[in-house]
């Protein structure tokens, strides 16, 4: 299944007054969970669907542990977790001030592993063999606010597969 673009013009215009377009991607069905990933991993396994949400629990809540404990997790062929601490607008002007009071937002940041085939160059592992096709439907410019009401990120749209 590819994935589906579409044009979106930019809100702010270039130095030259022009407002440029863009490609965006576009969101079909509903957001797979956990449950759905499961039965699907099921599917390729001797596992139950049942066992293999317990095991997605239990990474979910190991992978919790260690980050917070100031490890990075690195589950090989997907890619890297770490976490990363903002301190928006909240410098110190001395080393020794520096404290979590400082501290606006706190995120896990994932990167894509990524391997190096020779004839190729660099290649990230969730990305490898990527296929585009247009966006054929509504695009979400109708609805443009993204905030999970049928906007451009809520993984709620139609499928246009069938």
Same mark, same amino acid.
């Given at each position: 299944?590819?994935?589906?673009?579409?044009?979106?013009?930019?809100?702010?215009?270039?130095?030259?007054?022009?407002?440029?377009?863009?490609?965006?991607?576009?969101?079909?069905?509903?957001?797979?969970?956990?449950?759905?990933?499961?039965?699907?991993?099921?599917?390729?396994?001797?596992?139950?669907?049942?066992?293999?949400?317990?095991?997605? +629990?239990? *990474?979910?809540?190991?992978?919790?542990?260690?980050?917070?404990?100031?490890? !990075?997790?690195?589950? &090989?062929?997907? %890619?890297?977790?770490?976490?990363?601490?903002?301190?928006?607008?909240?410098?110190?002007?001395?080393?020794?001030?520096?404290?979590?009071?400082?501290?606006?937002?706190?995120?896990?940041?994932?990167?894509?592993?990524?391997?190096?085939?020779?004839?190729?160059?660099?290649? +990230?592992? *969730?990305?490898?063999?990527?296929?585009?096709?247009?966006?054929?439907?509504? !695009?979400?410019?109708? &609805?443009?606010? %993204?905030?999970?009401?049928?906007?451009?990120?809520?993984?709620?749209?139609?499928?246009?597969?069938?």
């Amino acid at each position: 299944m590819p994935l589906f673009y579409y044009a979106r013009q930019s809100q702010l215009a270039t130095k030259a007054g022009i407002k440029t377009w863009h490609l965006s991607l576009k969101k079909v069905g509903k957001a797979v969970d956990t449950q759905s990933l499961a039965e699907s991993i099921a599917e390729k396994s001797s596992l139950t669907p049942g066992d293999v949400q317990n095991v997605i +629990r239990n *990474l979910m809540s190991t992978m919790r542990m260690h980050l917070l404990n100031s490890r !990075t997790v690195r589950l &090989n062929g997907l %890619g890297t977790f770490t976490m990363k601490a903002r301190t928006r607008g909240k410098g110190t002007e001395k080393a020794e001030d520096v404290n979590p009071n400082q501290v606006t937002a706190l995120r896990c940041q994932f990167t894509p592993e990524y391997t190096r085939p020779a004839a190729i160059g660099t290649t +990230r592992a *969730l990305i490898q063999g990527v296929e585009f096709e247009k966006w054929k439907g509504a !695009t979400a410019d109708d &609805n443009s606010s %993204g905030n999970g009401n049928g906007g451009p990120d809520s993984g709620e749209e139609e499928n246009p597969l069938g």
